[in-house]
């Protein structure tokens, strides 16, 4: 089996934890999210439903230090901004892995993160000003957020949402992810 980002299930016999998310990407059409344990195995799931507005929500029971949720294929390929902010105003999480078709996306809360809550409203003037600066280059140089983009957009995003917010941001195509994996492991 073949996937986009030409991951295999070549993988498979140490990281089914990955493998097993990467699957939900491609066979759900909702976003699946959860907590890990420090070693980054999946400890709690729960399976998101569309909102009035047909966008994908998934609600988890509470907040933990290391949270993930998915993006399905027909989403786009990266954080969004709703993403990144309830990294910001939930102390409780330190890290949120955000898995696409694209790759792991990594949000850390960081010792420059701000104290104080974001309130942005979703479709607010402001919202769009603010996703439109962080977001837009990326969006339009990947076909609205479908196509994997030439690397430099990727890091660009990476540099306004990291100056914007004030958190880290890492991104990983799986097959980096897989061979970093050890060393996240120990570190959290
Ligand atoms: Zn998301």
Redo the contacts with the bound molecule.
Sequence with gaps: MQYNNGINMQYNNDINNVNTIINWIYSLDH?VCGFFDVNLNISNVYIGEKDEYGRNMCRRDGHQKLEF?T?PIDSKGY??I??IIQVINNKIISISF?FTKWGVWVLERSANTPLIKIKLENKSNDYEKINSYVTGELYSESNRGHDLPDYKHIKKFIEKAEKFFKIDIKFYLYEDYLEELEYLRNRY
């Design positions: 976003e949720h993006h954080p969004s709703e993403d955000v």
